[in-house]
């Protein structure tokens, strides 16, 4: 157990609709991050938060957005849900917000647009 | 600039025997070159990783090459074990002070060790 908790693990949903994964990260984290893992594009990283704040962003599309909360807790928003949005969204953290640090990744959330 | 490829997609080898995983990676300014095991139904999780400045580093069965001028990277697993059978992806990211943290995966390799 990575100790980074992501819901809901499972969610099935109709194309235009919108959605909110949930993640808390380990205890004492404060960046959290979130991926996105299909089989075609693999484990891409969409957006960094750190302590609240957006530190680094990659290729998220503009119809997601994301935001961390003063409890530290994050939150990915997907609006106007394509069938290619249909991936593991995996939400990760880590003590500090640079590079070379331990990144611990949750179960993830399974999304399934239909 | 930003790719790491990783190869071959899939690797079977028998209990007891060496597994190599290979990476290419294509922007120099890469610092930091970690190794992640994925299970089904799991996330990924850090296995070992490696900075550019040793040519290699060894934890247990597992051991990472690093060949600095090639822009390669490789994971030897050895006396590989059927426990051992996941996904694993190499990735690269950049050690800065401020402006966060991205970590750079290559397409995955999945392994099976057959008992």
């Known amino acids: 157990d990575s100790g980074v908790t992501q819901t809901p693990k499972h969610l099935i949903t109709a194309t235009g609709q919108r959605v909110t994964l949930r993640c808390s990260p380990r205890?004492?984290?404060?960046?959290v991050y979130w991926y996105q893992q299909s089989l075609d594009q693999g484990l891409q990283f969409l957006i960094q938060?750190?302590?609240?704040?957006?530190?680094a962003k990659g290729n998220i599309l503009e119809r997601f957005s994301a935001q961390q909360f003063p409890d530290l807790h994050s939150e990915l928003n997907l609006s106007s849900l394509e069938l290619g949005d249909s991936a593991l969204y995996f939400c990760?953290?880590?003590?500090?917000?640079?590079?070379?640090?331990?990144?611990?990744f949750g179960e993830g959330s399974w999304l399934t647009v239909v | 600039q930003q790719q790491v490829k990783q190869s071959p997609q899939s690797l079977i080898v028998q209990k007891g025997g060496i597994s190599i995983i290979n990476c290419a990676y294509e922007?120099?300014?890469?610092?930091?070159f970690p190794w992640y095991q994925q299970f089904p139904g799991k996330g990924p999780a850090l296995l070992i990783a490696?900075?550019?400045?040793?040519s290699e580093k060894k934890e247990g069965r597992f051991t990472i090459s690093f060949n600095k001028s090639a822009k390669q990277f490789s994971l030897h697993i050895m006396d590989s074990q059927p426990g051992d059978s996941a996904t694993y992806f190499c990735?690269?990211?950049?050690?800065?002070?401020?402006?966060?943290?991205?970590?750079?995966f290559g397409e995955g390799t999945q392994l099976t060790v057959n008992p």
């Open positions: 938060y750190y302590n609240g704040e957006e530190r």
């Open positions: 990735a690269a990211s950049l050690i800065r002070e401020t402006s966060g943290s991205r970590l750079t």
């Open positions: 922007n120099t300014a890469f610092d930091y």
């Open positions: 990760a953290s880590s003590t500090r917000d640079r590079g070379g640090n331990t990144i611990y």
């Open positions: 490696i900075r550019p400045d040793v």
């Open positions: 205890s004492g984290d404060l960046s």
